[in-house]
């Protein structure tokens, strides 16, 4: 029995030396997060995460799970770290730890070239049809603040459903972050519509949040702790805006 306790307790602490990290991604939220020809996750997120785990000195593997199920297989133990764009937000404080931030976004409606619509907020939106992706905080914000003036609030698994209802005109417009979808404007399907609004994400930082941020269990406050050197490490010495440099013509941070 001693021997035993000896092998647990050493393979507990081997567990904690975060040589290895788990990390999971949606990979459906291009240009941040998305599978690759051979089914591999790529993206900012990705390339972020790679950055990060090598200042840590981890091994890091990735793995792709719904959105829905990242918090929930997250406290199961399932992986260690979530780097999906995931936005740090009060309610999602209460069921997991978040770094620091690793940039942040500005939120738009996009709608076809022709729309009507010239207010964009719950009046102007009163009897139109707004798609947006589910359990996201855009989702959150327009079932609040739009939905009671009259709008419906459809919501998508993922971001090219919404689009493409939007394309087809099922949708009259659609609420997502604004860089993934200035990506999506830039490709020959999308030619019929484009960006209308931002909303004002200081205004409703109750639903937009502080950042996007890699979630962890919230006891593991040493993980976090050296996910935030690393992501300090990384905004010093210029990999930040390397990676940044390759996505986007402007610092998201």
């Known amino acids: 029995m001693a021997a035993a306790a000896v092998l647990l307790a050493g393979g507990a602490a ?7 990290i788990r990390i999971a991604t949606e990979a459906g939220y291009p240009p941040f ?10 993206g900012f997120d990705i390339d972020i995460a790679k950055a990060l785990c090598q200042k840590i000195g981890a091994n890091c593997s990735f793995e792709v799970a719904d959105w829905d199920a990242l918090i929930p297989s997250l406290n199961a133990g399932k992986f260690d770290a979530v780097v999906s764009s995931m936005a740090i937000t ?9 770094t620091e931030r690793y940039y942040e976004r500005p939120t738009s409606f996009v709608a076809r070239k022709d ?3 010239t207010a964009w907020g719950a009046t102007g939106l009163k009897d139109k049809v707004i798609g ?19 709008a419906e609030v459809k919501l ?14 099922r949708l009259d417009a659609v609420l997502a972050d604004k860089l993934t979808l200035a990506g999506w404007l830039k490709k020959p399907d999308s030619a019929c519509c484009e960006l209308k609004a931002d909303v004002d994400v200081v205004k409703y930082a109750r639903f937009f949040g502080e950042g996007e ?6 006891t593991d406050a040493d993980l976090v702790e050296k996910f935030n050197k690393a992501i300090a490490d990384i905004r010093a010495d ?3 805006k390397t990676i940044n440099d390759k996505y986007f013509p402007f610092s998201i941070y």
């Open 213 to 218: 941020g890699i979630a962890l269990r919230k």
């Open 90 to 98: 009060p309610e999602r404080r209460h069921q997991v730890a978040f």
């Open 132 to 150: 947006v992706m589910a359990n996201t905080v855009q989702a959150s914000f327009l079932q609040s603040e739009v939905r009671p003036g009259g």
């Open 14 to 20: 081997s567990a904690r030396d975060w040589k290895t």
């Open 238 to 240: 210029g990999t930040y």
């Open 156 to 169: 998508y698994v993922s971001q090219d459903e919404a689009n493409d209802d939007l394309v087809t005109g």
């Open 115 to 117: 729309s009507k619509i």
């Open 33 to 42: 997060n998305q599978l690759d020809a051979k089914d591999q996750p790529v």
